[in-house]
């Protein structure tokens, strides 16, 4: 059975930084396209990053550029999200997910639509308040 599991949420001041692992279980991750997301409350899920392999560009949105690093340990079959300079924006539920491995991969992966996405953690909490 395929699980991924979030970890490293919290409260956090604005400026700080958290860092968010996805672990895997029933899969190896190494051969998957790895995701993050979130949810804001009253908000739709959205993408924030993704990762092919530790040798291609791994994909940001704009909103997170610049503060997001996505990683990944593939002997952990763990994937990072080290999150620097955190804004009250940026509070959400965060999940990470795979991608359905049956679909192409360009140079670079994508977080749309979310639908590419098949498997999905339960997401840890990311509050950011002073």
């Known amino acids: 059975q395929v699980q991924l599991a979030e970890s490293g949420g919290g409260l956090v001041q604005p400026g700080g930084s958290l860092r968010l692992s996805c672990v895997a279980s029933g899969l190896t991750l190494k051969y998957y396209v790895v995701g993050w997301f979130r949810q804001a409350p009253g908000k739709e899920r959205e993408g924030v990053s993704c990762i092919i392999s530790t040798k291609r560009r791994p994909y940001y949105v704009d909103s997170v550029k610049g503060r997001f690093t996505i990683s990944r340990d593939d002997a952990k079959n763990t994937v990072y999200l080290q999150m620097d300079n955190l804004k009250p924006e940026d509070t959400a539920i965060y999940y990470c997910?795979?991608?359905?491995?049956?679909?192409?991969?360009?140079?670079?992966?994508?977080?749309?639509?979310?639908?590419?996405?098949?498997?999905w953690g339960r997401g840890t909490q990311v509050t950011v308040s002073s």
């Open positions: 997910a795979t991608e359905n491995p049956e679909l192409p991969v360009g140079n670079v992966c994508d977080v749309y639509p979310l639908s590419r996405y098949d498997s």
